[in-house]
């Protein structure tokens, strides 16, 4: 519509200079009101079914309890072609007083009021109840401040503590007078910092009117091995410099009700499918919204609007700032736009979406663009009513639905999270790629007190790719990406919108499957990035904290006493239950650091495996490759039992499945073979043997990795067992805390070496309601000629629980008598692993389970050690002394892709 629209048209004093404070005002829709210059009574209600113009170039205030915009209703403060002008101003106040100086409290509106304007839906009326700008059925709210260059842009130089001045990346049209913020660079968001502009921005350089409190960096840095500018070893950390300026406000006056604190809310909505609002946006600034802990009170609402991807709907270069409930919720709306948006200083996550992916044609939240935004400071509240999801998992953006573009969004400081990704663990009809409409691409978190970007839902995407990801000074990980389908994080090195990278965080990357692992893909694959330990960054240092010389640390002193098992070890990738694939990345600047006093040492490793005392299972076929390091201590260093030492001690504890951990180096990226295949493995007498015992696996303890070397191993390779109980009650069976798997290099014909074990602590499956126990091995493989070759890896599995820490042997009557044993995880069908097993009697039925092929009984364990069957089985002993005895050959599943590894399935009953 034009600016200036056709008559008739009213002045507000025409139409409304008659009302006082708590009156209700309606906009009929017939009548176009003018708004110039007028600072409005305090209403109770204002309905819009007409027109409401502010004069882009007065300053006017628009004052009420609560407004709403239906039907033909229009608010309009500026349009796209003709937005308001520099000296004019519009503001929208959601007020509770009469603005007097004794002020005297607006009467809420009642449903009968709201009746008796035609309002029916009672969320409608709930939602104005509390202060609400609510657009509704057809509403339009068109909101256009003054265009400025740039909404946030970058520093190009260190801005450091006690300065006031700036130099930026460009050179946008801000003036002296407005206001800034310019975030953290370092590891706490409290040093983000808002300032106001003493002169206009020149040549990219301006200067405060205030000194600043912190260091903000602003260089890139290179660590390109040739001492060359390789973008493929570059990272760049300048923090991000944002307006907050604006000439069209929305705000909400501040009530402290003691347990919460309520601002008044904005939330379009279409009631009962009608006709959807219409929201055009820019250049406006939310100030001072939400009613915090309260379901659907938020600053900008998107509330169940459904398919809105042609109504050209969009919020574009706002602020939504000092939030007192989330910033911008995506509820059930199908393609919005949320672009260019300042988010800044929020209680809860700032882009939240608040639907899962609806199967049955309802869109949901899905084909919605949230593109270049800076988010930046959120908190967790501790207010919740009844029925509000609280926000437990604070983070800039969060996204339950895949189904939608996030791309080129900064979050520059969290108390947590960074982005947090909570797809349905059901929702596997999905892929996100790194192209199109849908996807996750070219986003930068830093400066979050845990982890900058977290996945940890279980997701199961039939392919899932984080592509340009630049993560850095995160407290714990980088990034923590738990999946049961296949994730791909991977950057274009030679690209500087494509690069990814992860600098100064406790571990860069954490990834991660169900724990539990089953057949499936479950992949993580990091293919084409930079890890950097320890960059020039160093911050600002907290006062006291003891750390001025380890700055890059990224904890409090506190986190350090008794070195913590997630701290102890900085490094790049932090392996886990996989599969988890490295290939191609580079690795730069990881160090040891002597602590203070009494702290000891922080060690240092490019990989290390998952902390102390985990309980998952390890996949393992876990590998890297193709990798590159330049001046790091070490390139791997695995934690042990003491939890670092100067003198490696091995692993003794319970529940310690790192003890078990696998680790191939496909090509001897690391260099500690001669060439070729290299297995390593934690400082552990499980996997490999003792010096004083039977040679069986040709390693080599290495001191500088904590660790067992064993190169070019053409006859051993690793797979992994699992036990699983179904049901220990059987026969007075209970369950067991902890399997105690016990390594024989003597092929079950002599005694077994009590040193050779470790304690497999249980894992509860709560979806299947049963317990398991997994573990990894070293098999007997077969050569190219199909000829068995190597040792006869034998186990022997006894059954223990747990006495207050302390795992006790459990007798032979209540030994569990319905199990399962799975063997997969192989590198190549053929492989073979012996299994005793505690059992009193001989099983009534033991099957192989779920796959094609019957396993064999044998009459003795002679017999079932030299049987040519692959899967066979014998009992020995009775009672306390009985045993089961298995042996299974790794195999590909009967239908699956080869890819997604072997398995066999023996259940015993």
């Not at 999801?389 to 960074?418: C, K, T």
């Not at 249980?762 to 000829?787: L, Y």
């Amino acid at each position: 519509m034009d600016y200036y629209p056709s008559p008739p048209v009213y002045t507000w004093t025409d139409k409304f200079g008659s009302l006082t404070h708590d009156d209700i005002a309606v906009i009929s829709s017939a009548e176009t009101i003018y708004l110039q210059g007028e600072d409005t009574v305090h209403l109770k209600i204002l309905k819009v079914d007409g027109t409401l113009v502010f004069d882009k170039c007065d300053e006017s205030k628009l004052n009420a309890y609560c407004i709403l915009v239906t039907g033909t209703g229009r608010i309009q403060a500026g349009t796209s072609q003709e937005p308001m002008i520099t000296g004019g101003s519009a503001e929208i106040n959601l007020v509770v007083d009469d603005g007097e100086s004794t002020p005297t409290p607006l009467t809420p509106p009642s449903d009968i009021e709201l009746g008796g304007l035609g309002i029916s839906d009672q969320e409608t009326k709930d939602a104005l109840k509390e202060r609400g700008l609510v657009v509704v059925n057809g509403g339009t709210l068109s909101l256009f401040g003054e265009p400025r260059i740039e909404s946030w842009v970058r520093l190009n130089a260190n801005a450091t503590a006690n300065s006031s001045s700036l130099t930026l990346d460009s050179s946008p049209d801000w003036r002296a007078g407005d206001e800034v913020l310019i975030v953290s660079t370092d590891f706490s968001q409290d040093q983000a910092e808002v300032k106001t502009l003493q002169t206009a921005v020149s040549g990219g350089s301006t200067t405060l009117t205030s000194a600043l409190a912190y260091d903000h960096h602003g260089v890139k840095e290179n660590f390109d091995p040739l001492g060359g500018s390789d973008i493929a070893w570059e990272i760049d950390e300048r923090g991000e410099v944002a307006l907050l300026t604006r000439n069209v406000v929305v705000s909400g006056q501040l009530v402290d009700y003691g347990t919460y604190i309520d601002c008044g809310h904005v939330m379009f909505h279409n009631e009962n499918l009608q006709p959807t609002p219409i929201f055009q946006i820019a250049w406006t600034d939310f100030n001072g919204l939400g009613v915090e802990g309260h379901k659907g009170r938020y600053p900008v609402h998107l509330h169940q609007l459904r398919d809105i991807s042609s109504d050209n709907s969009y919020v574009r270069y706002c602020t939504i700032r000092n939030s007192k409930n989330r910033g911008v919720v995506i509820h059930d709306t199908k393609g919005a736009e949320i672009k260019g948006n300042v988010i800044y200083n929020i209680l809860g996550r700032g882009v939240y979406f608040e639907e899962y992916y609806k199967e049955n044609g309802n869109p949901a939240d899905q084909a919605c663009e949230i593109r270049d935004n800076l988010v930046a400071v959120l908190e967790r509240s501790f207010y919740n009513e009844p029925g509000f999801d609280p926000d437990d998992d604070v983070a800039g953006i969060y996204i339950n639905n895949p189904r939608n573009l996030f791309a080129g969004n900064v979050i520059a400081g969290s108390r947590q999270h960074g982005i947090w990704i909570n797809v349905a663990h059901d929702d596997s009809n999905w892929s996100w790629l790194s192209t199109g409409n849908h996807g996750f691409r070219n986003n930068t978190i830093h400066s979050c007190g845990k982890r900058g970007i977290t996945q940890d839902s279980e997701a199961n995407p039939t392919l899932q790719k984080i592509v340009g990801a630049k993560v850095y000074k995160c407290r714990e990980q980088g990034m923590w990406l738990r999946t049961k389908g296949k994730l791909e994080i991977f950057g274009n090195p030679n690209s500087n919108v494509g690069r990814s990278w992860v600098a100064d965080c406790r571990a860069g990357i954490y990834p991660a499957t169900n724990g539990i692992r089953g057949y499936g893909p479950a992949e993580v694959k990091i293919t084409n990035l930079l890890f950097v330990g320890e960059s020039s960054n160093l911050g600002t240092p907290d006062p006291g904290k003891g750390w001025e010389t380890t700055r890059s640390l990224a904890q409090d002193e506190d986190d350090f006493v008794d070195h913590d098992m997630r701290w102890d070890v900085l490094t790049g990738v932090e392996s886990y239950d996989g599969l988890n694939i490295v290939d191609n990345c580079r690795f730069a600047e990881f160090h040891d650091v002597t602590l203070p006093t009494s702290h000891g040492e922080r060690f240092s490793g490019c990989f290390t495996q998952a902390p102390q005392y985990a309980d998952w299972s390890v996949d393992p076929r876990n590998s890297l490759s193709n990798l590159t390091f330049h001046n790091v201590d070490r390139e791997l260093y695995f934690r042990d039992s003491s939890f670092g030492g100067a003198t490696p001690i091995p692993f003794t504890q319970a529940n310690n499945q790192i003890a078990n951990n696998v680790l191939i180096d496909l090509d001897d990226s690391l260099g500690y073979g001669q060439g070729g295949e290299v297995y390593i493995m934690p400082y552990t007498n499980f996997l490999v043997e003792l010096d004083d015992q039977p040679p069986v696996l040709d390693a080599t303890l290495n001191s500088t990795l904590n660790a067992y070397v064993l190169e070019n191993s053409d006859t051993v390779n690793y797979g992994q067992v699992t036990v699983k109980v179904n049901d220990a009650t059987v026969s007075g069976g209970v369950q067991p805390d902890y399997l105690k798997v016990w390594r024989d290099f003597s092929d079950g014909s002599g005694t077994t070496m009590a040193q050779n074990h470790f304690y497999c602590k249980t894992i509860n499956d709560e979806v299947q309601i049963r317990n398991e126990f997994p573990f990894n091995a070293p098999e007997q493989g077969k050569n190219s000629s199909g000829v068995l070759v190597g040792p006869k890896c034998y186990y022997t599995l006894s059954w223990f629980k747990d006495s207050g820490g302390t795992p006790t042997a459990i007798s032979s009557s209540e030994w569990p008598k319905d199990i399962d044993v799975n063997y997969r995880f192989s590198e190549d069908v053929g492989h073979v692993v012996y299994l005793e097993i505690e059992r009193e009697s001989v099983p009534q039925n033991i099957f192989i389970g779920s796959l094609t092929g019957t396993i064999v009984p044998m009459v003795n364990l002679s017999s079932l050690l030299n049987t040519t069957e692959d899967h066979a089985w014998t009992h020995i002993g009775s009672g306390s002394t009985g045993r089961l005895v298995v042996k299974l050959t790794s195999r590909f599943l009967d239908g699956q892709p080869l890819n997604e590894g072997t398995e066999v399935k023996v259940l015993v009953r």
